[in-house]
């Protein structure tokens, strides 16, 4: 089992920048699939980055250039760099981890292991 804890989220302009991290209290390396999701209110959670075990990754088409997920072993953390920032980028964030079988095949409804979420807010 693994608990997570997200930072870093805030608000900022269009355009701007921010960096989630997602600090893991278990080592996850080599172990886990993990992703950041999104979430506004009154819609299903969105998938919008993944990486697996080999550190690939994947995006969703709505993020896909504008944010980068990356991992680093020795902290046990999973970042979220968000560049470029849209008003449609507003959301509460959230990390996930699971030892799934196929990282890029899983989705949100896949993951067992979630963090409390942190806010991200771009105003226009």
């Known amino acids: 089992q693994v608990q997570l804890v997200e930072s870093g989220g805030g608000s900022v302009q269009a355009g701007g920048s921010l960096r989630l991290s997602c600090a893991a209290s278990?080592?996850?390396?080599?172990?886990?699939?993990m992703g950041w999701f999104r979430q506004v209110p009154g819609k299903e959670r969105e998938d919008i980055a993944g990486i697996d075990r080999g550190d690939k990754s994947t995006y969703a088409d709505s993020v896909k250039g504008r944010f980068t997920i990356s991992k680093d072993h020795g902290k046990n953390t999973l970042y979220l760099q968000m560049n470029s920032l849209k008003p449609e980028d507003t959301a509460m964030y959230y990390c996930?981890?699971?030892?799934?079988?196929?990282?890029?095949?899983?989705?949100?409804?896949?993951?067992?292991?979630w963090g409390q979420g942190t806010q991200v807010t771009v105003s226009s």
């Open positions: 996930a981890a699971d030892t799934l079988p196929f990282c890029f095949a899983s989705t949100s409804r896949d993951y067992q292991f």
């Open positions: 278990a080592h996850t390396s080599g172990r886990y699939c």
